[in-house]
């Protein structure tokens, strides 16, 4: 059918990018993109009625339409350049930059794939590189991106494209708000984001996305922590990501509350478990606003949870989060000290763990897990660890009782 659309509208054209990619690391798509050398309107028009799919254009100046068949998409657009090499050179990464010819079909001699600028390679490396550094001017999202792709694939960033970002990083902003989210979303929708947000905040776009952060570095707490508010924020998150493998073991009996919890979508992309992310990255953020120091020398930080909120609500509207997720994620971080709240407590009284359950309805998984990696990063004390488990299970017991 694609063969039948392609050749009466077009000379040559050539799949590309991210299908080819998957292929050569074993994973399936539903995503695949084709180059037209021809009129690739009257590509996609004629596949669409062909294959009853639907026709979207998705950018008229620049020749992209959409064919959407099931589960599955496909885009046409024109080249970026004079011949499929010319045109690779001009994609985001080399690892995104393999093509094969799909139309005209050749009589089995043609070169299967064109590699000009070393994909396949970087494949087998797990390396993120530019095919050249201009294609991050050109469009400033492929900084957000690359960081997306490696926290998704689990590959490295090249060091030279590392520092062109870190050059760059601040002309993200002129990119498009919604192409920033959506990438935002995919990053930490991965499995392992930690260790990839740690080399965002290094390369410099993490402050510049969210300048927050800068007011939380440096900012010192009180003797129940190792880190500054930014180092203990980076270390809840790491916390949230051990907790999202081990609370089957840890908070045992409870799986069918928790797994739901952080499977179901918040919309925009985001779930449960990516918003949890989130929350953990900035649960602390209104602590610097709030410090004070008493006599003694101690520092305090009373009411940062409610401020937390205030400026969380603010950031995630800045993202174009959905009311939904804007409105669970400040939930979460308006609640985050009521576990450690409880845990002070002589004896937890039913009452209490009533007005808990009220104040936080169905998001009762989320902010336990919070409120666990919280306490989880600012100790190393074991105990104390076992006893938030501990208190996470009558919480949770409680929850099934309402």
């Not at 989210?181 to 260790?195: F, G, M």
């Amino acid at each position: 059918t694609l063969y039948s659309a392609l050749e009466p509208t077009c000379r040559e054209a050539f799949l590309v990018g991210g299908a080819i990619r998957d292929h050569f690391l074993g994973a399936s798509s539903t995503d695949f993109d084709i180059v037209v050398w021809g009129d690739p309107e009257s590509a996609a028009k004629t596949f669409a009625r062909k294959t009853r799919g639907t026709f979207v254009i998705l950018d008229s100046e620049e020749d992209i339409y959409r064919v959407a068949k099931g589960g599955e998409t496909y885009d046409f657009c024109a080249p970026k350049g004079p011949d499929a090499a010319s045109d690779a050179r001009d994609r985001d990464f080399t690892i995104n930059a393999l093509s094969a010819r799909v139309w005209p079909r050749g009589d089995g001699t043609d070169t299967p794939l064109i590699d000009p600028t070393g994909g396949l390679s970087d494949l087998a490396a797990g390396v993120i590189r530019v095919p050249s550094l201009s294609v991050l001017s050109t469009d400033p999202v492929r900084m957000l991106r690359a960081f997306r792709f490696a926290a998704t694939l689990g590959f490295t960033i090249d060091p030279k494209t590392t520092d062109e970002i870190h050059a760059r990083c601040r002309d993200l902003l002129s990119g498009a708000r919604e192409r920033i989210r959506d990438e935002w979303t995919k990053l930490l929708s991965a499995d392992l984001v930690y260790p990839v947000i740690r080399r965002m905040d290094d390369a410099g776009i993490l402050p510049v996305m969210f300048p927050e952060i800068e007011t939380m570095r440096g900012v010192s707490q009180n003797r129940f922590h190792s880190y500054d508010v930014w180092g203990h924020s980076l270390a809840c998150l790491e916390e949230v990501e051990l907790l999202l493998t081990t609370y089957p073991e840890r908070l045992g009996g409870f799986e069918g509350i928790i797994r739901p919890y952080l499977a179901r979508p918040l919309g925009g992309g985001w779930t449960g478990a990516s918003l949890l992310k989130l929350t953990a990255l900035f649960h602390d953020v209104g602590k610097p606003v709030t410090r004070d120091v008493r006599e003694d020398g101690e520092a305090t930080f009373y009411g940062h949870e409610n401020k937390g909120a205030v400026t969380f609500r603010s950031m995630c509207l800045r993202l174009l989060m959905g009311r939904r997720a804007v409105r669970t994620g400040t939930v979460l971080i308006k609640n985050h000290m009521r576990l450690l709240s409880l845990s002070r407590m002589e004896k937890i009284t039913p009452r209490a763990l009533g007005r808990l359950i009220r104040d936080v309805g169905d998001n009762l998984p989320g902010v336990v897990l919070l409120g666990l990696a919280d306490t989880g990063a600012g100790h190393t004390d074991g105990r104390r660890v076992d006893n938030g488990d501990m208190l996470a299970r009558s919480i949770m017991e409680a929850y099934l009782r309402v």
